[in-house]
């Protein structure tokens, strides 16, 4: 895939030819339908996770895969453009909040949870770092996104940083300020994780 020639450049295009396209979309098109027939016959046979594993589905799912390959390069080959042809996106029935979704301010719409993980190993013996290291450089790290989040016009209602497992965002895991002491009161109200005006505010958990 060369990105040296006139398709990636800023001017536009002038005449392009969509049939080869197009062609490649029938292509796909068709074996999608070959695969509906026959998932279809083969689910008359098997129970739905033998179906699942059956070698001709499996084939089809291979042969579906490598044809939506063949669109992308027949786009981006014609057009110069990376489309996202393949991903699932569901839409909210009616009335239906996200599972994951958290209160937001006013006139904003319904917030999800957004996760990205690490697995990270035990550095070299005698090596100056340790793993405990690792949350208070992700933190650093999570105030620049939750900041730039911000700056561009999201409402980040929360963040955090954890170790072993995802945080739990919520109201179960509240404390009760009758329990905190006065240190502990002091440091959840000057660095807590709700967003403010001025910016998110978060911490590692």
């Avoid at 536009?12 to 998932?39: I, K």
């Amino acid at each position: 895939m060369s990105h040296e020639d006139a398709t990636h450049g800023p001017a536009p295009l002038g005449s392009v030819d969509p049939e080869p396209m197009h062609r490649a979309v029938d292509a796909l098109a068709a074996a999608l339908h070959e695969y509906v027939t026959t998932a279809v016959g083969v689910r008359t046979e098997f129970g739905a996770a033998e179906a699942d594993e059956d070698p001709r589905v499996l084939a089809l799912e291979n042969r579906v895969g490598q044809l939506n390959a063949a669109v992308f390069d027949s786009l981006h080959d014609s057009l110069g453009m990376h489309p996202d042809l393949t991903s699932s996106v569901w839409e909210p029935e009616e009335d239906e909040e996200p599972e994951h979704a958290h209160g937001t301010p006013e006139g904003a719409v319904p917030a999800e949870v957004f996760y990205l993980g690490f697995v990270i190993a035990d550095p070299p013996a005698g090596a100056s770092m340790t793993l405990d290291g690792v949350v208070e450089l992700l933190d650093e790290a999570g105030t620049d996104v939750a900041q730039r989040l911000f700056d561009g016009g999201y409402e980040v209602a929360e963040w955090a940083t954890s170790r072993g497992a995802a945080v739990d965002f919520g109201d179960d895991d509240e404390l009760d300020d009758d329990e905190l002491d006065d240190d502990e009161l002091d440091e959840e109200v000057d660095g807590g994780d709700d967003a403010t005006d001025d910016g998110p505010q978060g911490g590692d958990r």
